[in-house]
Nanobody
Framework: QVQLVESGGGLVQAGGSLRLSCAVS????????MEWYRQAPGKQRELVASITSGRNTNYADSVKGRFTISRDYAKNSVYLQMNGLKPEDKAVYLC????????WGQGTQVTVSA
């Protein structure tokens, strides 16, 4: 059974940092494209960052230069380092894996106070 479990969310002041983690189990993590999305109340789900099996990365314009996605094959995990957080970054952050189908984690809440 494929599982994605996020952690690391919380409350932080504007300008602060958080590191989100997503642990993957039940599948060959190394072959799969990994993504971080976020969803704020009343807004569409937004692709924040992605990383290929070869560690090529892409970012939404809104987070470029502030967020960094990475992956650890030994730990079957993907991370999102978020620096310079802004109140508009507040959302539920979800990890997603693309293989034969798309899998989602349950999400972790990030709240940024002004």
């Amino acid at each position: 059974q494929v599982q994605l479990v996020e952690s690391g969310g919380g409350l932080v002041q504007a300008g602060g940092s958080l590191r989100l983690s997503c642990a993957v189990s039940g599948t060959m993590f190394s072959n799969n494209h990994m993504e971080w999305y976020r969803q704020a109340p009343g807004k569409q789900r937004e692709l924040v960052a992605s990383i290929t099996s070869g560690r090529n990365t892409n970012y939404a314009d809104s987070v470029k230069g502030r967020f960094t996605i990475s992956r650890d094959y030994a730990k079957n995990s993907v991370y999102l380092q978020m620096n310079g957080l802004k109140p508009e970054d507040k959302a539920v952050y979800l990890c997603s894996m693309v293989c034969s189908r798309r899998y989602w984690g349950q999400g972790t809440q990030v709240t940024v106070s002004a």
